[in-house]
T-cell receptor
Framework: EAEVAQSPRYKITEKSQAVAFWCDPI?????LYWYRQILGQGPELLVQ????????DSQLPKDRFSAERLKGVDSTLKIQPAELGDSAMYLC????????????FGPGTRLTVL | AQSVTQLDSQVPVFEEAPVELRCNYS??????LFWYVQYPNQGLQLLLK??????LVKGINGFEAEFNKSQTSFHLRKPSVHISDTAEYFC????????????FGTGTRLTIIP
């Protein structure tokens, strides 16, 4: 069964360091999403890609966060420099052109900033 | 703008008892509605979705939900819960006018008591 892959699963870093997360969506899924889920809250969309283009990054803190999907397949989310408040679960999801209403989620990367 | 309210942050239920997790939404346009389940340190898994048609929707693991447009609700129910149902449950909404952005509620932690 096809799944969304994410790595690493866990990341511990010190504040002011740079971190990067990787996501590989289900093959053929043109739309890719990055969400941030703070403990005790629901996921919040950070950025949405359609193929290699950004569709929505209105909630992405652009002073420290960046996201790319250069070839329209896998994607990287970067934080530089990391702050204590960035500690959260970062979830990647994808959806297909035939079923845009359903998003398939990866296992997430849990980031702890010390 | 759209929003989701999950009225209960925690719901303890005895094993084999019925459960209802409440969800209310707000939107100025027609919507699609979803329930996702999240097990500890994992991503989100779709339980069920309402797109159109019958207001009673059946999903995986014996869960069902009923869309009530007049009350703007989409409550999740299960007639008899099991220990394995212990998890966090998220209600989500997006508009059906081509906007694929999901807005999540804050989640309800369901704890099954043996």
């Amino acid at each position: 069964e096809a799944e969304v892959a994410q790595s690493p699963r866990y990341k511990i870093t010190e504040k002011s360091q740079a971190v990067a997360f990787w996501c590989d969506p289900i093959s053929g899924h043109a739309t890719l999403y990055w969400y941030r889920q703070i403990l005790g809250q629901g996921p919040e969309l950070l950025v949405q890609f359609q193929d290699e283009s950004v569709v929505d990054d209105s909630q992405l803190p652009k002073d420290r966060f960046s996201a790319e999907r250069l070839k329209g397949v896998d994607s990287t989310l970067k934080i530089q420099p990391a702050e204590l408040g960035d500690s959260a679960m970062y979830l990647c999801a994808s959806s297909s052109p035939q079923s845009v209403d359903e998003q398939f989620f990866g296992p997430g990367t849990r980031l702890t900033v010390l | 703008a759209q929003s989701v309210t999950q009225l209960d942050s925690q719901v303890p239920v005895f094993e084999e008892a019925p459960v209802e997790l409440r969800c209310n939404y707000s939107s100025s346009v027609s919507v699609y509605l979803f329930w996702y389940v999240q097990y500890p340190n994992q991503g989100l898994q779709l339980l069920l979705k309402y797109l159109s048609g019958s207001t009673l929707v059946k999903g995986i693991n014996g869960f069902e939900a009923e869309f009530n447009k007049s009350q703007t609700s989409f409550h999740l129910r299960k007639p008899s819960v099991h220990i394995s149902d212990t998890a966090e449950y998220f209600c989500a909404v997006n508009s059906n006018f081509g906007n694929e952005k999901l807005t999540f509620g804050t989640g309800t932690r369901l704890t099954i008591i043996p």
